[in-house]
């Protein structure tokens, strides 16, 4: 397997520095006014930060599978996937569109003679009855675009879903947790309460 030339120019922000350099807590979120960057920052961090150094299985191969989530269908096609590709192009990681729900798959294969197979899974939850599309899924991590349109439903489920992939069999996850990037809510907002009294291991930056 040819190694494919790719070339990131990505500066992380002060703000975003900190964030990438949080190795411990099991959710981040990030919250900013639209074209900050958040959602930039969060995609990088999951594809080319935690993606590139979870553990290889026997075989070389550092899998992993990320759930990315958007509120709506459209939103999710129109923003979301576009950042994504902006980012990672189809070259070292194509897009079908044609599956349900939409899959990317990165193969990149590293200087150590490892390969990075990454999976990302985007889901819209359009309904309440949606969060089923989210319990049959066994996830390294994922991230809430725009989390202040989802239900804190969404939150709950989620993470009950990350750190089942790769299997104990595999060496399981070096890294799992949640990422979530929204515009400000309102002070009631779900996301405004627990960013004023966060969880035991949720750190939120703004």
């Not at 979120?29 to 594809?47: Q, T, W, Y």
């Not at 290889?56 to 550092?62: E, H, K, S, V």
């Not at 515009?183 to 309460?193: F, L, T, V």
Request: charged share 25%.
């Amino acid at each position: 397997m040819k190694p494919v030339p790719v070339t990131v120019d990505y500066q992380a922000a002060k703000t975003f520095r900190s964030f990438h350099s949080d190795k411990t807590s099991f959710v981040r979120g990030m919250r900013g006014p639209i074209g900050s960057g958040k959602s930039v920052g969060s995609m990088i961090d999951l594809a080319l930060e935690k993606a590139l150094v979870q553990q290889p299985n026997a075989a070389g191969l550092r899998k992993s599978r990320w759930g990315m989530v958007r509120a709506t269908y459209p939103e999710l096609k129109s923003t979301t996937l576009k950042t994504f590709q902006d980012w990672l192009p189809d070259s070292i990681c194509p897009v079908k569109l044609n599956e349900s729900p939409i899959t990317a798959r990165l193969t990149l294969p590293l200087p150590d003679k490892t390969v990075v197979m990454a999976e990302f899974v985007f889901i819209a939850l359009d309904k309440p009855k949606d969060l089923g599309k989210l319990l049959s899924l066994e996830l390294t991590g994922a991230f809430l675009n725009e989390a202040k349109e989802l239900d804190k439903a969404v939150a709950d489920t989620i993470t009950s879903r990350v750190g089942r992939y790769p299997s104990v069999r595999e060496g399981g996850p070096s890294w799992s947790g949640v990422i979530m990037d929204t515009n400000s809510p309102s002070e009631d907002h779900w996301y405004a309460e627990l960013e004023q009294d966060p969880p035991d291991n949720w750190t939120f930056y703004q």
